[in-house]
């Protein structure tokens, strides 16, 4: 079957220039780099990786609210990239931010903020515009009466409740959540989860979900990538990614998120990386991670690893099949 | 005797809308070389609880009150000016959440990091620097005989956040206050700096204070856990016994919420409501409003008191006091 969103070998790079008059390029950050990845029907998909890795540059992409410099979106079979995004492009593919406090506009009630995508794609004709605000408020837990209020009257897990409820007013079939719990105390993290997965189960939603939490993405996701300097490093089903990681860096990723098991804690040995992670502006030759990697080897350090299948997942280490 | 023993300590902020309750009646106490988790979420009183400690808030808006807070003997509540001088940054060390705003942006690292040496110590500059120097490699920041003189907007996050513990730790505190130091960082750093805390940890032989709303960080850190609620203390056990065995409500919601302790894909518990209004007086237990046991007598009279319900655990809930909802 057709998947519903697929990326072709993207690549965002952001030029770094200097002086005001006669600008200098510098360099280039290379923000997401030659990422591949297809969506199903129905599927949730997790992205994780660290700060700087690219995962919010891609799905801004994804979104069109950053340009690709090379490479392709297809949505449903339909290269997004190539025209500008129409308003059926934009209906379908819509996006829920971090922070609630900054996506919602503090002058708009929430009645409003929820009318108004309505009104801008003439979905529903101007009569029945409220009893459709009322079911999207309804469909994340928000009581009808609140409605008239405006954002900063509600609690920060309220708020991305609504935010979740303007994305679906378009009836996407997509929605990109960047780091949506990432702000939200752990009993507020649940009930946003607990929404997400309805939402997924009873909409038929395709969900691409992006968090740095390994036990938060493991939860709700079918399958996982995880990125690395702008490149996927491994890809594959969520408990074989999570539970017995290949790569090197899901290794060490996975071994540094803690767990609340006070023996496990104290028994395993934990993979402490060395360093910070590179920036993206020079990234290092060959494979991205082996400045960091213990298992590096000189060829590692000139040749560029491709996405491979190893151990029922996609793999890019030239050394996953010896490190076993 | 403890290292620091505080006895129902009570911090208020009084303000135009009224009289906050951040923190009432906590009191406990931790030994040389120990490691106590605070947990809780945001707003329940973690950091007001420690900032209290050393005095940190300005007065008014707050209003410290209680028995006493004892720290090796002198009480911190009742101490001079001059005494907590003397015990803040010498004995005792704070590692604040954000490393930027709590470093001077135009001072050196060094000039940062020799100040409480040059202050509490008869030091000479050429061997303050030495030891600075020495503290930011035990740190684990490579090529530290450059970076000493840099200034703190040329360091990364994670960085940053051990340019701050060198600080917290170049005077060779007893006690540690540790305010979320790892929140704003990536985890494999963040696995680095709770590795360098345990290291250093062995190495001084201090006790520390971990606040955290992480059960997973504070699992693998601390011996013993204090749960916050609503600036109260509602339950207080080693461990391994908390995560095992959890008794009160909150701590039971509270691992119930985690993704990491359920089946994957399971819904989740959550916690109908929001936490009190803590302008407001309180009937009773702060919890009642959003507990699946609460009932009248919860809603009234007295906070529950914090029981021992077996050596060295203890929780604050009228009903599983009584016997009336099953300890599990």
């Not at chain 1, 702008?230 to 990681?245: F, K, Q, Y």
């Not at chain 2, 003397?86 to 990091?113: C, V």
């Not at chain 2, 960082?185 to 971990?210: H, P």
């Not at chain 2, 009190?276 to 009773?284: A, F, M, T, V």
Request: proline fraction near 7%; include cysteine.
């Amino acid at each position: 079957m057709l998947p519903i969103l697929e990326l072709r070998d993207l690549r965002t790079h952001f030029p770094m220039e200097r002086g005001l008059l006669f600008r200098q390029r510098t360099g280039t950050v290379k923000a997401v780099d030659g990422v591949s990845l297809s969506l199903a029907r129905g599927e949730v998909l997790g992205l994780v990786g660290e700060s700087g890795c690219g995962k919010s540059t891609l799905a801004r992409t994804i979104m069109g609210l950053a340009p690709a410099t090379s490479g392709s979106v297809w949505l449903e079979g339909v290269n997004i990239t190539a025209t500008p995004a129409t308003g059926e492009a934009r209906r379908a593919l819509q996006m829920v931010f971090q922070d609630p406090y900054a996506s919602l506009n503090p002058r708009l009630s929430v009645g409003d903020a929820l009318a108004e995508p309505l009104r801008v794609h003439r979905l529903r004709p101007a009569a029945e515009i409220t009893a459709r605000v009322a079911e999207l408020a309804a469909l994340v837990g928000i009581p009808a009466r609140s409605l008239d209020k405006y954002p900063h009257e509600f609690s920060g897990g309220q708020r991305q409740r609504i935010a979740i409820a303007r994305a679906l007013a378009l009836e996407p079939r997509i929605i990109v959540a960047d780091e949506p719990v990432s702000a939200l105390d752990v009993s507020i993290q649940a009930q946003i989860l607990n929404l997400l997965a309805k939402l997924v189960r009873e909409l038929g939603l395709s969900l691409v979900f992006i968090a740095h939490d390994l036990s938060v993405v493991k939860h709700l996701s079918d399958r996982v990538a995880v990125m690395y300097l702008g490149r996927i490093v491994e890809l594959g089903s969520a408990a074989d990614v999570i539970e017995r990681p290949q790569h090197p860096y899901t290794r060490a990723l996975v071994s540094a998120a803690p767990r609340p098991d006070p023996d496990g804690e104290r028994a395993r040995q934990r993979i402490v990386l060395a360093g910070d992670p590179p920036s993206p502006l020079n990234p290092p030759p060959g494979c991205p991670f082996h400045p960091r990697c213990a298992y590096a080897l000189d060829t590692c350090k000139t040749t560029v690893p491709a996405l491979a299948p190893h151990a029922g997942r996609d793999v890019s280490c030239l050394r996953a099949a010896e490190i076993g | 005797m403890p290292l620091l023993d505080v006895s129902e300590l009570r911090t208020r902020f009084h303000t135009r809308s009224g009289v906050f309750r951040a923190v009432e009646n906590v009191s406990f106490t931790l030994e040389r070389g120990a490691t106590l988790g605070l947990v809780g979420e945001s707003g329940s009183g973690k950091s007001v609880t420690c900032a209290s400690l050393l005095r940190l808030l300005p007065s008014p808006p707050a209003r410290i009150e209680g028995n006493y807070a004892r720290f090796d003997g002198l009480d911190l509540l009742r101490a001079t000016d001059a005494e907590l001088r003397a015990i803040r940054g010498k004995r005792i060390g704070m590692i604040f959440q954000d490393p930027m705003t709590s470093l001077n942006p135009y001072l050196r690292i060094s000039e940062q990091l020799i100040e409480p040496l040059l202050i509490h110590e008869k030091i000479s500059r050429r061997d303050a620097l030495a030891r600075a120097l020495a503290m930011l490699e035990s740190v684990g920041i490579n090529d530290a005989a450059r970076r000493l003189h840099a200034y703190p907007h040329e360091f990364s996050g994670g960085m940053r956040q051990r340019v701050m513990i060198a600080m917290a730790l170049i005077a060779r505190p007893e006690l540690l206050i540790a305010d979320e130091p790892t929140t704003a960082l990536d985890v494999t750093v963040q696995a680095q700096i709770l590795e360098l805390i345990k290291k250093l940890q062995r190495e001084l032989g201090m006790a520390v204070i971990f606040i955290s709303h992480d059960l997973g960080v504070v699992s693998g850190l601390c011996d013993r856990v204090m749960v916050m609620y609503a600036g109260r203390i509602v339950e207080t056990a080693d461990v391994r016994t908390l995560f095992r065995s959890p008794q009160h409500p909150y701590t039971r919601a509270l691992q119930r919420s985690i993704p990491a302790l359920q089946a994957k894909g399971a819904e989740l518990y959550t916690l109908p409501g929001l936490p009190p209004d803590l302008s407001k007086p309180i009937d009773g237990c702060a919890f009642a409003e959003r507990c699946e046991f609460a009932t009248a007598a919860c809603r009234t009279g007295e906070s529950p008191a914090l029981l021992a319900s077996a050596p060295g655990h203890a929780h604050a809930c009228l009903r599983l006091q009584a016997g009336e909802i099953l300890n599990r």
